[in-house]
């Protein structure tokens, strides 16, 4: 897999580990880095409404989860910028009935449910019915559209973005050759 290094911009190859989820591969691949500056290889992710909806959601419990899943998505400022701009786009007065509806739909499909109660297994705050699913996710909503009205949001996010330029540059100074 060809690889261009988001600190120094070397092109590079080798194999990309795309999930841990089931273990380290066999045979055992050794993390990519690029031969160059060093700096370890990450995986850009391009905008999108469920990560968005995510980092949202961590916004809600603290600015540090959000900022920690953002700075995964973001290898660069470009990268931050993009998902910035595309958060404020999302997290509006007209998005917000669409969300609830789409919350709503996406609960009430087949499967879904049952999908969520195995997530939830063993959480102390697993909801015991769909509607108290239901209501938990339009609280959430809801929550979101009153930081908005209030500015509160988009003061947050313009935080985050700083904190994450902050973090971004001590990586790229960390690699970068001198």
Same mark, same amino acid.
């Given at each position: 897999m060809k690889n261009v290094c988001h600190i120094c911009g070397?092109?590079?190859?080798g194999m990309e580990v795309g999930s841990w989820y089931s273990g380290p591969p066999k045979p055992e691949i050794k993390p990519l880095v690029c031969p160059k500056c060093g700096a370890p290889y990450r995986r850009g992710v391009e905008p999108h409404f469920g990560m968005t909806k995510e980092v949202l959601y961590n916004l809600l419990e603290s600015k540090e989860g959000a900022i920690k899943t953002?700075?995964? =998505?973001?290898?660069?400022?470009? $990268?931050? *910028?993009?998902? %910035?701009?595309? %958060?404020?786009?999302? *997290?509006?007065? $007209?998005? =917000?009935?669409?969300?609830?509806?789409?919350?709503?739909? =996406?609960?009430?499909?087949?499967? #879904?449910? *049952?999908? %969520?109660? #195995?997530?939830?297994? $063993?959480?102390p705050d697993a909801s015991k019915t769909i509607e108290e699913e239901i209501e938990k996710q339009m609280t959430k909503i809801n929550?979101?559209?009153? #930081?908005? *009205?209030?500015?509160?949001l988009l003061n947050l996010l313009d935080e985050v973005k700083k904190e994450i330029e %902050?973090?971004?540059?001590e990586e790229s100074n960390k690699y970068k050759p001198s």
């Open positions: 070397t092109e590079y190859s953002l700075l995964r =998505f973001s290898r660069t400022k470009s $990268d931050l *910028a993009k998902w %910035i701009e595309y %958060i404020k786009s999302y *997290a509006t007065p $007209d998005n =917000f009935k669409g969300w609830n509806e789409f919350e709503k739909k =996406f609960l009430t499909e087949e499967g #879904m449910w *049952a999908a %969520i109660q #195995m997530q939830q297994k $063993d959480k929550k979101v559209e009153e #930081m908005y *009205a209030s500015r509160e %902050i973090k971004l540059e």
